[in-house]
């Protein structure tokens, strides 16, 4: 089975996914060399392609049974109106719902887009399970095994990234380069849930290849 992980970060969301199913081909696409280093060291056998994931998705996209993105999110998130009055605000992101448009008009595979809740009502609508949105072809189920996050609210940026680094089960003093590696753990998609979702759209791809090889089986 072959996979696309757009935005890979360090992989959160593909943790679990060996444990889902055997020969999984996967290669993962992010622009930030430091984190697609770490990702490749985490997942070897993944092609690891630093590059612009949204582009690549453009140029790629029939080449994959099963495609996950997770654009960037903070030009989305509720933390901009709460953050308005000391802060340079920005323009939502608009690529988000441009990948959501683009695969459920001309991709043939499954797929999940996953984002934050926003500040704003979603202009796609999207199957809410905890504090994220994911914009799929198939249908979720309704407890996706999202762990409960780590208290943060409180304690020092060494207490929190060594609460996320148990959470997610990865160092994340070992990330180096420009980003806020606070920023970067707390935005990893939790490995339960993203191995529920990519369990649950592998379940509609096997069974639909098996009704159509009893169709061809009838016809012969």
């Not at 998705?57 to 994959?64: P, S, T, V």
């Not at 109106?81 to 340079?88: A, G, H, L, Q, V």
């Not at 970067?184 to 379940?203: K, S």
């Amino acid at each position: 089975m072959k996979v696309l992980n757009l935005y890979a970060c360090l992989g959160g969301n593909r943790y679990k996914w060996d444990e889902v199913v055997d020969n999984l081909e996967v290669t993962a696409v992010e622009l930030d060399s430091e984190a697609a280093r770490l990702y490749q060291e985490r997942f070897p056998n993944d092609t690891v392609i630093v590059s612009d994931a949204h582009q690549y998705l453009l140029d790629h996209y029939k080449e994959f049974d099963f495609i996950w993105s997770s654009p960037p999110c903070p030009t989305h998130s509720r933390f901009q109106t709460s953050m308005k009055t000391i802060r340079k605000m920005q323009y939502p992101d608009m690529q988000l719902y441009q990948e959501i448009i683009f695969l459920d008009s001309f991709y043939e595979g499954k797929y999940c887009v996953e984002n934050v809740i926003p500040f704003y009502t979603p202009l796609i609508p999207a199957q809410q399970r905890g504090r994220h949105l994911y914009w799929t072809n198939f249908v979720l189920p309704n407890d996706i095994n999202e762990r409960k996050n780590p208290e943060l609210s409180r304690g020092l940026a060494k207490d929190i990234i060594e609460r996320l680094s148990v959470y997610h089960d990865y160092d994340f003093t070992k990330y180096k380069g420009k980003q806020d590696n606070r920023k970067m753990a707390r935005n990893l998609v939790d490995y339960e849930a993203g191995r529920t979702i990519f369990e649950t759209a592998l379940g509609i791809i096997r069974k639909s290849d098996t009704n159509q090889t009893s169709i061809f089986d009838y016809e012969m």
